[in-house]
């Protein structure tokens, strides 16, 4: 049985936030993704910043492609840190791991 998570992705502007997500879909890494823009704020080398419009890309994938999605998005994003989380939802309805199977196969 496949392990399946959702994975959160941050960008510092829309065109960093496509450039992933792009990078990762010719890869056939995750299954796309949402961008959710909201301003931040965050310690960063010890002084609180703002910024006025962050993306996070929203998105699923295996197990399997859990490192290779680390690597790339190491690669391609532009900040120093990309924050990147992997959480395996409690419950997950099967037409969903249905799609999320036949996307990546």
Known sequence: MSLYYEVKISAENQEQADTILNSLLEKRLVTGGQFIHAPARF???GKIQDMDDYVTINTYTTGKHKDAIMEDVRRTSKEEIP???FTMP???N???RNYIDQTLA
């Open 43 to 45: 310690f960063w080398k």
């Open 83 to 85: 924050m990147m989380t």
């Open 90 to 92: 409690d419950d997950m």
């Open 94 to 96: 099967l037409d969903l």
